[in-house]
């Protein structure tokens, strides 16, 4: 899978999340989940689950602890898949 | 953990204790009981003069049960220290099928969808005495334990 279409499908997944006073565009890869794209602990479990389950692999407490933003997710999903 | 264990470590209490007794629980799921008194202080409210239960109090007593006792219990299982628990409601969709007047004593069946991260995701049933479903569906909360 090429990086953009990780990327792209990563966005898919966190778009759902997004609480209403932010939108899709305001996603970037240096965006932090909490501070920056507004979402809280309870939906940031629901998209690690979904990436879980659209890449097919599994995280762990500590993958969690360090995936702050968009970009450490990417990390994380890449480090799974390789 | 057992039974009573879970009961002394519920956050709750007095009016906000939607928990009488728990007859079940495992890492699957919990299943537990309350006696709404026809004492309670929102019945002279809800409704003027024709007391039924709140579905928000249903809700309550759905998520006490089912998942703030089976929270308290898996995170015993994993060596927390659960005299300390935050815990905090996150979502919530229930379906209200049976009213529950004064006096009625409900059971509460929950089951556990996912434990993970720290959230815990139920699906729970609440039954009045003649095992009538009088609402159903699906919870999920927060749970943070501190480290022993």
Known sequence: MQEDEKYQKLKDIIQVYLPEDVSVSDIHPTSNFVTELNINSANLVDIVLDVEDAFNIRLENEDMDQMQTVEDALKIIDSKLS | ?148
């Open chain 2, 1 to 148: 953990m057992n039974n009573k264990e879970i009961l002394a470590l519920l956050p709750y209490d007095e009016p906000f204790l939607f928990v009488d007794d728990l007859q079940e629980i495992n890492n699957e799921g919990a299943k537990g009981s309350f006696h709404f008194k026809e004492q309670l202080d929102f019945y002279k409210g809800h409704f003027k003069d024709n007391p039924v239960t709140p579905g928000v109090i249903l809700t309550e007593c759905c998520a006490q049960i089912g998942l703030v006792c089976l929270g308290i219990y898996l995170i015993g299982d994993e060596d927390y220290d659960t005299s300390n628990i935050l815990i905090g409601m996150s979502s919530s969709e229930m379906e209200f099928l049976q009213p529950v007047f004064p006096g009625e004593k409900v059971t509460v069946i929950s089951k556990r969808i996912y434990y993970r991260f720290n959230k815990l995701k139920c699906e729970v049933k609440m039954y009045n005495e003649m095992n009538v479903i009088v609402c159903k569906g699906t919870l999920s909360g927060m749970l943070k334990g501190v480290k022993k």
